[in-house]
């Protein structure tokens, strides 16, 4: 038998992306949360997938949002991820942004962001599972991934970025 701390110790040994789920609060302010549950669902439409805990102050805001975007951050924006982790504070304070077509928050610089549309929510236990349609979407090449493993931030390394670069642009 295994309990709570357990099972969040072996999720932990997945190495993850890390990213900002943001939205537009009514009246037009910002929210932002930090998420590493994200992942791509399908081609055709294009949709995408990310987990909400239901305990965020914010959580009612994403629910009710016609549109969120998801902001995937890079090796240097570890300080981003941990303040949009926390709750309160203003977490746009000090972060530069824009909006996408339909409005929602973009984090600038990023490595990159999907405006989506709400097109569909599931129940996951203690989490909400959002589907998003993506209607934009922002791509910066030159950034490596923050990722998050066994409960802190990493890099990868320069061999894997070395041997994903030689992939992609089919040298190996």
């Known amino acids: 038998m295994f309990n709570s701390y357990d099972f969040r110790k072996a999720v932990a040994h997945f190495p993850t992306g890390v990213s900002v789920v943001s939205a537009r609060a009514p009246g037009g302010s910002f929210i932002g949360v930090t998420a590493n549950s994200f992942s791509s669902i399908s081609l055709d439409p294009p949709l995408v997938s990310v987990s909400l805990n239901k ?22 924006q570890h300080a981003i991820s941990s303040t949009f982790a926390r709750a309160g504070s203003d977490k746009w304070s000090w972060v530069r942004s824009s909006v996408g077509p339909a409005g929602s928050p973009f984090i600038q610089p990023n490595i990159a962001a999907f405006e989506c549309e709400n097109y569909a929510q599931y129940e996951g236990g203690d989490h909400l599972i ?15 991934p923050l990722v998050f493993f066994r409960s802190s931030y990493r890099r990868l390394s320069d061999e894997v970025l070395a041997a994903a670069d030689s992939i992609q642009n089919g040298s190996d």
């Open 130 to 144: 959002f589907l998003g349609r993506v209607i934009h979407l922002e791509i910066n090449e030159n950034a490596d």
């Open 55 to 76: 305990s965020l102050r914010s959580f009612q805001h994403f629910v009710d949002a016609s549109h969120f975007g998801i902001n995937i951050l890079a090796a240097d």
